[in-house]
């Protein structure tokens, strides 16, 4: 049996108790090091094989899955924040299911949260924008056409960027091409949350290379825009004393 599970975006305690439990019972473990802490091993038994992933292809990954489950082990393949996010689980999975292999997926805290508690921040912000757009910069993976970040930009809706902090030139200049964005549109970059070393900065949509360039981030940042990060919003309705719903009648 393999459980794929979100190791949670850095610090350790932010794995699920679900997750940590799998940890403790595993009897292989295959963990993606270039961004899971490798503090999160702790959970295992002493002497559980710990296999680090990034030096290995998918076929040596499903090379060492299926060595455990000759044995009868339980591996946990443990994926960086939560693992439907550029996780690249589908091709495991399918792979795991061509070989009859069981498997199930515990989720994790994403980076996505993760830099939203370090802001600290909301997304959806009445007034402002209900929608979040989670995008990436093509890179060595492509991004379809429609897809491309001048016509996502086109929306104004928050937006988080993975994988892109490397890119902010092209990122800046497809933001403005899609008309919604100001220059001075707040950014930020999310370095590292919830990791020791988390770093914030805040900058415009115009500031956002040299912002990077100032700070040395090239990697393992989210980029975070819109005008969620500003200071203008309208208060909730859920809240207001003038609403009434399900829970709650209208204050008189
Ligand atoms: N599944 C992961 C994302 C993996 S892709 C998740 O849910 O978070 C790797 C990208 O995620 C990095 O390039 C970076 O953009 C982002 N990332 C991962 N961990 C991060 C962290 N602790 N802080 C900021 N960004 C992070």
């Given at each position: 049996m393999?459980?794929?599970v979100g ?6 305690d932010?794995?699920?108790?679900r ?6 019972r ?15 091993l702790n959970?295992?038994?002493?002497g559980?094989?710990?296999?680090d992933?990034a030096r ?15 044995r009868?082990w339980?591996?946990?393949r ?8 550029y996780?690249a689980?589908?091709e495991?999975?399918?792979?795991m299911r061509?070989?009859g292999?069981p ?6 805290v994403?980076?996505?949260?993760g830099?939203a508690a370090a802001?600290?921040?909301e997304y959806?912000l009445?007034?402002v924008?209900q929608?979040?757009i989670?995008?990436r910069?093509?890179?060595?993976t492509?991004v379809?056409?429609g897809e491309?970040?001048?016509r996502?930009?086109?929306h104004?809706a928050?937006?988080?960027l993975?994988l892109s ?6 990122v ?7 008309g919604?964005y ?11 949350a919830?990791w020791?070393?988390?770093?914030v ?8 290379e040299?912002t990077?360039?100032?700070?040395g981030?090239?990697?393992?940042a ?7 990060l ?6 909730s309705?859920?809240?207001h004393?003038?609403f009434?719903?399900?829970?709650r009648?209208k204050?008189e």
């Amino acid at each position: 049996m393999v459980h794929i599970v979100g190791a949670g975006c850095g610090a350790a305690d932010l794995i699920t108790v679900r997750g940590a439990g799998l940890l403790a019972r595993a009897d292989q473990v295959i963990y993606a090091g270039s961004l899971v802490n490798p503090e999160l091993l702790n959970y295992t038994r002493s002497g559980t094989p710990c296999h680090d992933s990034a030096r290995l292809t998918l076929e040596e990954v499903l090379a060492l899955i299926e060595a455990g489950e000759r044995r009868g082990w339980t591996t946990v393949r443990l994926h960086t924040g939560d693992p439907s996010l550029y996780g690249a689980i589908r091709e495991q999975m399918d792979a795991m299911r061509e070989r009859g292999i069981p498997f199930d997926v515990t989720p994790g805290v994403s980076s996505l949260c993760g830099a939203a508690a370090a802001l600290p921040a909301e997304y959806t912000l009445p007034g402002v924008s209900q929608s979040l757009i989670i995008t990436r910069m093509a890179g060595r993976t492509p991004v379809p056409e429609g897809e491309a970040l001048c016509r996502l930009a086109a929306h104004g809706a928050s937006m988080a960027l993975f994988l892109s902090a490397g890119m902010l030139r092209q990122v800046a200049e497809e933001l403005l091409a899609g008309g919604a964005y100001r220059p001075d549109t707040p950014a930020a970059i999310v370095y590292k949350a919830s990791w020791p070393e988390e770093a914030v900065y805040r900058c415009t949509v115009s500031t956002l290379e040299e912002t990077a360039r100032a700070e040395g981030i090239t990697q393992t940042a989210l980029i975070l825009v819109g005008d969620f990060l500003g200071d203008d919003y309208r208060r909730s309705a859920l809240y207001h004393p003038d609403f009434s719903h399900g829970f709650r009648t209208k204050k008189e």
